[in-house]
T-cell receptor, first 112, second 111 residues
């Protein structure tokens, strides 16, 4: 158990809908990262927050947004969902940037 | 061309074999090199974390980084069936925490 929690574990929804994925980092970690892992594309970095501020951005679609709250938990919002958004979404946390990242168990999203 | 290329596998070895997993990269700004193990699409688990060039050993695992060749390796000695998993290499520069991952190599260790 890495200490990073993610909810929900599974999510099934329809195209066009909006969902919110939640992540709680390890106690004391200030940095949160979001990744997408689909079957044909490996693990893709989406976005990083550090102590509430956006720090780095990867190939995150405009339909996706994220934020980190004062209590350091983070949410990833996915809107206007498409079939291709079906994937595993992982959150990771670290004490600082450039430190070891610990991954949560992931949220499995299925868009029908 | 991808920034990080990983030997795709899959790789199947008998128990007790030495396993070599490899990645190459093109971005000379990468300074931090990691290896993760992922079981059945669960959360990746960090195995090794190396800064710059050199070797690092942890039990049966040895990570090597050759920055001049832009090549990293993970060696697993005395492989066990419990080592069967997908192994992901990852790399990070110095400006931010963005990690770039390889696509993974699936390893099966047969008893």
């Amino acid at each position: 158990d890495s200490g990073v929690t993610q909810t929900p574990k599974h999510l099934i929804t329809a195209t066009g809908q909006r969902v919110t994925l939640r992540c709680s980092p390890r106690s004391g970690d200030l940095s949160v990262y979001w990744y997408q892992q689909s079957l044909d594309q490996g693990l893709q970095f989406l976005i990083q927050y550090y102590n509430g501020e956006e720090r780095a951005k990867g190939n995150i679609l405009e339909r996706f947004s994220a934020q980190q709250f004062p209590d350091l938990h983070s949410e990833l919002n996915l809107s206007s969902l498409e079939l291709g958004d079906s994937a595993l979404y992982f959150c990771a946390s670290s004490t600082k940037t450039q430190e070891t990242q610990y991954f949560g168990p992931g949220t499995r999203l299925l868009v029908l | 061309q991808k920034e990080v290329e990983q030997d795709p596998g899959p790789l199947s070895v008998p128990e007790g074999a030495i396993v070599s997993l490899n990645c190459t990269y093109s971005n000379s700004a990468f300074q931090y090199f990691m290896w993760y193990r992922q079981y059945s699409r669960k959360g990746p688990e960090l195995l090794m974390y190396t800064y710059s060039s050199g070797n690092k050993e942890d039990g049966r695992f040895t990570a090597q980084v050759d920055k001049s060749s832009k090549y990293i390796s993970l060696f697993i000695r005395d492989s066990q069936p419990s080592d069967s998993a997908t192994y992901l290499c990852a790399m990070m520069g110095t400006n931010a925490g963005k990690s770039t991952f390889g696509d993974g190599t699936t390893l099966t260790v047969k008893p």
